[in-house]
């Protein structure tokens, strides 16, 4: 391993350099220094390179960093320059606006089949997205390299399902279930509790009008 | 004011204190040793401990935790003890899903209404939520008393709109929108950036295959 391991708290703001670098791509910026990245996305130039220098540096002194090479290398770093095969497990409201949501097959994350117990969704397309029954779920995974399950569940048969999700040899979890999940197997969580940053936003409005 | 300032990273674990008693509650726990939370919540008692100190602490020692009041107190801190209305700008799929999740409805988060410029889905109802017309949108948050809006509409409107809403007098926004919202005006956000959140999964996937 060349790479030194790098704080959690650089990696939560690399996809946020990503986004920033891939606007500047878009509207034809080639090069862009530190200071110019640092007005923009309101973090101190001494930040920036800082963090970029975890990865071994991309500027050069005086000339700025090359958007192009900089927002490819980040990406390679975040893995979106690989496929990656997805499913979505509950195809009920959630599970619906992820299959719809499409931004992600731009970032390379291809769903490629929605899974539910309820009859009347079975067979039923989103977003172009098929809902196939929840008893598939095992053999698809296995039969299609699938890398990620997005899990749109409750939370009463979260735990369950993402155990037998990690035996089939899924990578990763995105869970958006109301829980904590405790996996012993070897496989990453990352979790989306909305209501969670719900309540982070009313307790900041609750503080600031107090002072 | 009483209370001293509490770190981000307290606040930021806040809601997960209110979901794990919220669940002991449920099943009937009344107390419940620090050591035991850490034990479920998977962090030490000695992390708990101070956490909650910084509330003025609510156990007593070799009792435990009060199960009820301690969730009541932390309900009070998130101002989840008082209602919230709000509303979902977009109803496309995100908002729809938003509309019909339902869950923030027991926390007192009452959603009012959507607002969408797509004539096909002003009138419909998703989740027994009403789609306005944007047009009427600043005369009803004022006359609604509405606090918090979720935005779920593309970037480009994303800031415009923001602007638009803290000037009627909304206090937090929701932002859904797939970019940073530069507010001069005192509103809260809070981002829920999805793609961000699957690019850091994928990282930890791609930095698991490494190792």
New interface residues.
């Given amino acids: 391993?060349e790479r030194k391991t790098i704080s959690n708290a650089v990696?939560?703001r690399?996809?946020?350099y990503?986004?920033y670098l891939g606007e500047l791509l878009e509207s034809g910026v080639e090069r862009i220094s530190s200071n110019d990245l640092s007005r923009r996305?309101?973090v101190t130039a001494s930040q920036i390179r800082q963090d970029l220098n975890n990865f071994g540096g991309f500027g050069q002194q005086g000339y700025g960093y090359n958007v192009k090479f900089l927002y490819e290398e980040i990406g390679k770093?975040?893995?979106?320059n690989?496929r990656?095969n997805m499913i979505i497990i509950g195809a009920?409201?959630?599970g619906?606006?992820i299959a719809?949501?499409g931004?992600?097959e731009k970032?390379g994350?291809l769903v490629k089949a929605m899974f539910d117990i309820n009859q009347e969704l079975i067979g039923k397309y989103f977003?172009g997205v098929l809902v196939l029954d929840m008893k598939e779920m095992e053999c698809f995974v296995k039969s299609h390299d699938i890398?990620?399950a997005a899990l749109a569940i409750p939370k009463q048969k979260a735990e369950e399902i993402a155990h037998k999700l990690a035996e089939c040899g899924v990578?990763?979890l995105?869970n958006f279930a109301?829980t904590?999940l405790?996996l012993e197997e070897?496989v990453?969580v990352?979790n989306?509790?909305?209501?969670?940053?719900?309540?982070?936003?009313?307790?900041?409005?609750?503080q600031?009008?107090?002072?």
Avoid: C
């Fill in positions: 391993m990696i939560k690399l996809p946020r990503y986004r996305m309101k770093i975040l893995g979106v690989q990656h009920g409201n959630l619906q606006a719809n949501y931004n992600f970032r994350f977003g890398q990620i990578k990763g995105w109301h904590d405790n070897n990453m990352e989306v509790h909305l209501s969670e940053s719900l309540m982070r936003l009313s307790y900041r409005i609750a600031s009008e107090q002072t």
